[in-house]
């Protein structure tokens, strides 16, 4: 009886906490998500500077549409999508930037391996 | 009594809810599957770095939103970071993975580099080697004939070349002699001689010179009977001049009456008299 008074307790618990923090998102949004646009736009830029743009085309498409998704959201007064949106873009934004370095990478090590195969053939030759 | 097993029933609908585990939720799955797979890639590093640390944060929160609040929109979108981000985590490993490999390719590149230049030393060293070994074998060849290691070469001395003083006709032992450095010239075919004719004293000046001359010229006519060409041969009749005994006696004289054979270096040049 004790245990179960215990457990029902901390479960009790959980669910005022759960239906708070329901009631609050139900609530929240009086503020425009500007700061969350502000992060996607700069990680969308990060990725368009490591070259994503041609090394990642459909990663960085897929980040720069959510974005402007978010942006006319915003202009909605769409908050909760624009949060959505945007937290989502600059994750995309993410996977792009670091698509394109891995692609980068991969493309020098491919390059320097030709050469280094090149030059191993030269020296079995001398 | 009654309101108190009312209350327990209340309860009871949340508790079994609390025990049981969540219902399978697709987006949390791939989430979960991404940031495993992210975490096992052997380039992941310490904690992963901060892509898969923020994976972590997002997978957390997708986790409690479906067990705590079975929110299906909140738990979609918080799975869609999670998953994203590990992606994220994967690829940034990835690209280390392909940098190690790239700064191995270059190390080796260097490597081979230098192994071709060690290769070209050890080409010229054995080129010297050879140099060096051939000039050994010719003065070992001609220590049989005493030859005299000079600041002008090898040279080799020969007496008795005529025999007689007014005589063309070659003595048995320089023919000899001929004989042994016309092989020796065979196997050395870069090098030159020259064959420098000496008098002694007596008698004037111009018929010693031309004396000279001719035992010079008797000895080269010896080598190239034994196969030497003539144009690897230099000849000159010194006469009297650059005595190595006294003229003042027969044995002096018969020392001054000789022909040396001076020979050139690897690359042909004989150095002239100072």
Known sequence: ?126 | MTSWKHYMALLAIPLAACQTTPPHHEGLREARQAYASASLHPQSGEGGGMELRRARQSLDAAERAWADRRNDDETRHLAYLAYRQAQAAHLAAEQRHQEAQLKQASVERERIRGQGHALDAQAAHNRADRLSDRADQLSLALQQMQARNTDRGLVVTVREVLFDTAQDRLHPGARRSAAQLADILKQHPQRRIRVEGFADSRGDEGYNQALSQRRAESFRDALVEHGVPADRIDVQGLGEAFPVATNATAAGRQQNRRIEVVFSDEQGQVKPRP
């Open chain 1, 1 to 126: 009886m004790n245990a179960t008074q215990t457990m029902t307790g901390r479960c009790s618990r959980w669910l005022a906490t759960g239906l708070a923090v329901l009631v609050l998102a139900a609530c929240a949004s009086p503020q425009p998500p500007r700061e969350r646009l502000t992060l996607a736009q700069a990680s969308l830029e990060a990725a368009a500077s490591s070259g994503a743009p041609e090394l990642a085309p459909a990663e960085y498409e897929r980040a720069r549409t959510k974005l402007e998704a978010a942006k006319v959201a915003l202009g909605r007064n769409e908050y909760g999508k624009a949060h959505v949106m945007a937290e989502q873009a600059e994750a995309d934004a993410l996977v792009a930037r670091h698509k394109a370095g891995a692609e980068r990478a991969r493309r020098a090590t491919e390059e320097v391996n030709a050469g280094l195969k090149a030059l191993r053939e030269q020296t079995m030759r001398r």
